[in-house]
């Protein structure tokens, strides 16, 4: 089968730190993977925080193989606030080997499907108190080689293709820490993280597919792609990321319509799941729905409230799809 014939993957982030997962709560006819958040990075190697819950979870996700046989099963390793050790657990040839082996082991003996990186970020701050180093642009690459090889190994063992893929900034900077180009050899499938991006002075969209005429920003899904590509990663390993939650603002008394409106607070922006939003909130309480045309991006604005939320909604996804489509990238992926 040729790349251009595969049907696009879809890929759904799945978090354990939550607790013990409902697997009857989840679609598995509609994805293609699973990626289950977040194994931790601790002494150097992957570490299950809660091994008894992580476990049990493994287990249950397993088991919606019943509903579908080809649904594939990921640790992803990092996350916002797990991603401190990285740097240091990937610094020379012989940690990178002992991070990918212990990395690799915990999908041998849970009989997993292969291993996403979510490094936030190589090369760049985090979250606070994250180390980070100029070498992380080369090592980022060399854990790659390192986990592939190691892939490799358990490959053999078992006769079945195991995956390596990542998630990545949705934002062209990521672009000059790392060697995407190079490290695309050794991956998948590089999840870009199109969503969360963040308005400082003016109300603008988490996670749009254009720009917005009305209010211009840094960052756009379409912005990414096209660096991601320039970087010499190829389509058809580009997965665009969805959000499937809001991200909240408190706009100024003076906000007339919301998006470019001056923000007084993104104190707790992260915000509720779609299903809250469509149920609870759009076009109910006060809360008015626009679409910008030229962002393919929706948002709610209150104008008594002045609260203002960004997401993603059936309309926009769809304009997301048939955008993977025409470009014929990977496919799609979605947090959470």
């Given at each position: 089968m040729k790349v251009a014939d595969k049907?696009?993957?879809v890929i759904g982030y799945v978090t354990g730190y939550s607790g013990l997962i409902d697997?009857?709560?989840?679609?598995?006819?509609?994805?293609?993977?699973?990626?289950?958040?977040?194994?931790?990075?601790k002494n150097n190697q992957a570490y299950l925080d809660n091994?008894?819950?992580?476990?049990?979870?493994f287990v249950r996700l397993n088991s919606l193989k019943q509903k579908n046989p080809n649904l594939q099963i990921l640790i992803s390793i990092g996350g916002w606030s797990w991603s401190e050790n990285f740097s240091d657990a990937v610094l020379t040839d012989s940690l990178r080997k002992v991070f990918a082996k212990?990395?690799?082991?915990?999908?041998?003996?849970?009989?997993?499907?292969?291993?996403?990186?979510d490094w936030e970020y190589p090369g760049m701050q985090g979250e606070e108190g994250n180390v980070y180093r100029p070498e992380d642009k080369e090592n980022f690459t060399l854990m790659f080689e390192a986990?592939?090889?190691?892939?490799?190994?358990?490959?053999?063992?078992?006769?079945?293709?195991?995956?390596?893929?990542t998630a990545t900034g949705g934002f062209p900077y990521f672009l000059n820490n790392t060697e995407m180009g190079k490290a695309a050899k050794y991956l998948d499938y590089i999840n870009l993280m199109t969503y969360d991006y963040y308005s400082s002075k003016r109300a603008g969209h988490h996670t749009n597919l254009y720009d917005s005429k009305t209010y211009?920003?840094?960052?756009?899904?379409?912005?990414?792609?096209?660096?991601?590509l320039a970087a010499g990663v190829?389509?058809?390993?580009?997965?665009?990321?969805?959000?499937?939650?809001?991200?909240?603002?408190?706009?100024?008394?003076?906000?007339?319509?919301?998006?470019?409106?001056t923000i007084l607070s993104s104190a707790n922006s992260y915000g509720k799941g779609y299903t809250f939003l469509k149920d609870s909130l759009i076009n109910k309480k006060g809360f008015i729905e626009y679409?910008?045309?030229?962002?393919?991006?929706?948002?709610?604005?209150?104008?008594?409230?002045?609260?203002?939320?960004?997401?993603d909604n059936e309309w926009s996804v769809a304009h997301k799809c048939d955008y993977v489509l025409k470009n014929k990238l990977g496919g799609v992926m979605f947090w959470e």
């Open positions: 049907k696009p993957v697997q009857n709560q989840i679609a598995a006819e509609k994805l293609t993977h699973i990626n289950y958040a977040f194994v931790n990075v091994y008894k819950r992580d476990s049990t979870n212990s990395s690799v082991d915990i999908i041998r003996k849970h009989h997993l499907d292969g291993v996403d990186i986990i592939r090889a190691e892939l490799a190994v358990l490959e053999k063992e078992t006769g079945k293709k195991k995956l390596l893929t211009p920003s840094d960052n756009s899904a379409d912005k990414a792609i096209k660096a991601y190829p389509a058809s390993k580009i997965v665009m990321g969805i959000a499937f939650y809001g991200r909240n603002l408190q706009l100024n008394p003076t906000a007339q319509k919301g998006l470019g409106d679409k910008d045309e030229d962002a393919k991006a929706p948002f709610l604005f209150n104008p008594e409230t002045k609260q203002y939320i960004s997401y």
